[in-house]
């Protein structure tokens, strides 16, 4: 394998294992972008990304430019001269001038199997939809939101367990193993582009904390979908008074029914618009997550208590 001369360009947790990977393949990683350190957490200290903090770990330069859209940016990225440019949720969008930058273009590293979950939450809406199988697609990036030609695929089944967690985690790995192959088969001219069908493609919205609400009309299975694609974030909830309780782990029961939101034993099963669910898991705000039955005793609801 020849080494090439790559631009990085990722943020988050997501992007860190597929920048470690390339390093460690022989890659020329001649600059790495990301996004500006921020104001996090409580304390609103400026912390630097995760892909940030790897880079300066493996000794390469970065660059936290906020657009990418000026002549001067631009300019700057082309002295570079990279062979490629490898996006994995950089979070800014590529203006045409740096897609015509490096010679074999720009490689993105999508968290589904294209055209299904174009868009930013890929991972959480193919559990919340019930998808069997989510993947990695390495794309040539266009203009157009995760509409370029497909060049290499990889397919992973969704467990009956699995969470947004669980999925981010193996499918970074795999998005990593998979873009040192597309570059390898790209030097020798083995990559074959496949355009996407329009007719199949579907959009994954950005989450928003409002998709957490949990509605007990719904049926069990849809809200169960709902928290292990919603966990770690934005968690689902649902309210107790003015109190708001997360919800981090149920199981599905159709030993029990009743009217939508009702509490159907000790156990902290409640009844749904179909079957019922067992709150395994719950937090109150401020305190360690604990298990159902525990909380309902520290609360005192009785069977037939309903939730609003």
Same mark, same amino acid.
């Given at each position: ?154 397919? $992973?089944?969704?467990?009956? %367990? ?7 985690? =193996?499918?970074?790995?795999? !998005?990593? *193993? /998979? ?99 067992? $709150?395994?898991?719950?937090? %109150? ?7 159902? =039955?525990?909380?309902?005793? !520290?609360? *005192? /609801? ?7």
């Amino acid at each position: 394998m020849t080494s090439l001369r790559l631009v990085f360009m990722g943020t988050p947790d997501f992007a860190v294992p597929a920048l470690r990977t390339l390093h460690k393949a022989g890659h020329n990683i001649v600059g790495v972008y990301c996004q500006p350190p921020k104001p996090a957490h409580r304390g609103h200290k400026i912390r630097k990304t995760p892909v940030h903090l790897e880079a300066e770990k493996l000794g390469l330069p970065v660059q936290t430019p906020s657009t990418l859209r000026n002549a001067q940016e631009q300019e700057k990225l082309a002295t570079l001269a990279p062979d490629a440019i490898i996006v994995a949720a950089y979070g800014l969008i590529l203006p045409q001038e740096v897609l015509d930058t490096p010679r074999l273009g720009c490689l993105n590293i999508h968290a589904s199997l294209l055209p299904r979950w174009r868009g930013a939450a890929p991972i959480h809406r193919a559990l919340l939809a019930g998808d069997t199988q989510t993947g990695i697609t390495i794309m040539q990036m266009d203009a157009g939101l995760d509409t370029g030609d497909m060049l290499l695929k990889k397919s $992973l089944p969704i467990a009956a %367990q699995d969470t947004s967690a669980t999925l981010h985690d =193996a499918l970074r790995e795999m !998005g990593a *193993r /998979l873009i040192v192959k597309a570059l390898d088969l790209a030097q020798n001219g083995n990559l074959k582009p496949e355009a996407q069908d329009e007719q199949k493609s579907t959009y994954a919205a950005k989450l928003t904390r409002e998709e957490g609400k949990i509605e007990w009309s719904q049926p069990a299975l849809e809200i169960e979908r709902q928290i292990r694609a919603l966990t770690p974030w934005p968690s689902t909830f649902f309210k107790l008074g003015e109190e708001t309780i997360k919800l981090l782990d149920a199981e599905i029961t159709d030993k029990l029914s009743g009217q939508a939101g009702t509490l159907l034993d000790k156990d902290f099963t409640v009844a749904c618009g179909q079957g019922a669910l067992r $709150l395994t898991l719950v937090q %109150q705000s401020g305190k360690k997550p604990t298990d159902g =039955a525990s909380f309902l005793r !520290g609360k *005192r /609801l009785e069977k037939g208590f309903v939730f609003p």
